[in-house]
């Protein structure tokens, strides 16, 4: 049983583009959705996150949109740089319970 | 000063045996948390303690067992390992839902 599911699994964008990244999830209790950042061998780290009465959330080059009706949210990552290239996973927590989506592998060109 | 940290980051051993991983986290925090993370990446929760008492318990064999002794440790113990327990393990800990702050990791690898 998914309950959030990331789309794409992988991702390639030239340097400078915009990377999106989808994430639709079926339980309606979630309340709070994170992204986090995973490079190799590393742990996840915290990225951005928004609540669900919020509809988009911006810091830096990084935005959360949030589409409650639809039970969907994506990342943008604007300006992608190399250094953005790592594994990203979007989130939702109920009662301090994280369900992961299955992560998508982004890579920027140069 | 690094926040979470797991001892130790690899693990080999053979099937059948008994491994401990520890974590420890200095944040202050009172909530923490196992997960595992398997050769697709795949995040899933295992256990979470709060305030060293066990809050969620996913459907993990009972081979693993979770052991807080105080608030900013939560250390696992592994019985009889099997083949498809090689993974990589993370601890991880939080103060606000949803935030939280993950270990380097422990890469085990049961041959």
């Known amino acids: 049983q998914q309950q959030v599911k990331q789309s794409p699994q992988s991702l390639i964008v030239q340097k400078g583009g915009i990377s999106i990244i989808n994430c639709a999830y079926e339980?309606?209790?979630?309340?709070?959705f994170p992204w986090y950042q995973q490079f190799p061998g590393k742990g996840p780290a915290l990225l951005i996150a928004?609540?669900?009465?919020?509809s988009e959330k911006k810091e830096g080059r990084f935005t959360i949109s949030f589409n409650k009706s639809a039970k969907q949210f994506s990342l943008h990552i604007m300006d992608s740089q190399p250094g953005d290239s790592a594994t990203y996973f979007c989130a939702a927590d109920k009662t301090q319970k994280l369900v992961f989506g299955q992560g998508t592998r982004l890579t920027i060109n140069p | 000063d690094t926040a979470v940290s797991q001892t130790p980051k690899y693990l080999v051993t053979q099937m059948g045996n008994d491994k401990s991983i520890k974590c420890e986290q200095n944040?202050?925090?009172?909530?923490m948390y196992w997960y595992k993370q398997d050769s697709k990446k795949f995040l899933k929760i295992m256990f979470s303690y709060n305030n060293k008492e066990l809050i969620i318990n996913e459907t993990v064999p009972n081979r693993f067992s979770p052991k807080s002794p105080d608030k900013a440790h939560l250390n696992l113990h592994i019985n009889s390992l099997e083949l498809g327990d090689s993974a990589v393990y993370f601890c991880?800990?939080?103060?606000?839902?949803?935030?939280?702050?993950f270990g380097p990791g422990t890469r085990l690898t049961v041959t």
């Open positions: 991880a800990s939080s103060l606000l839902p949803g935030e939280q702050y």
């Open positions: 928004i609540r669900p009465d919020v």
């Open positions: 944040l202050g925090h009172d909530t």
């Open positions: 339980n309606t209790a979630f309340d709070y």
